[in-house]
């Protein structure tokens, strides 16, 4: 399992844990929107007073890799 950085861009529900959005770059620069509960992506306490965006992290698992031309990830 690998973690990575999402950008958490707005609190979306206080339903307990609370629920937030974020946002992830993929390696081809399409951004895609994930949405769960807060601790999903951070240990910090948030809600919708917080101050956006802040860090966070998703752990995935890496299904392929692939190199560009010049040898990058």
Not at 22 to 35: N, Q, S, T
Request: glycine share 6%; with cysteine; hydrophobic share 35%.
């Amino acid at each position: 399992m690998h973690n990575l950085k999402v950008q958490i861009v707005r609190f979306v529900d206080s339903d307990f844990p609370g629920w937030v959005e974020c946002e992830l770059v993929d390696a081809e620069g399409r951004r895609h929107i994930l949405k769960d509960k807060v601790p999903i992506f951070t240990v910090e306490v948030l809600d919708a007073d917080s101050k956006y965006p802040t860090p966070g992290t998703v752990v995935c698992e890496v299904l392929e890799r692939y190199q560009d031309e010049q040898g990058q990830d």
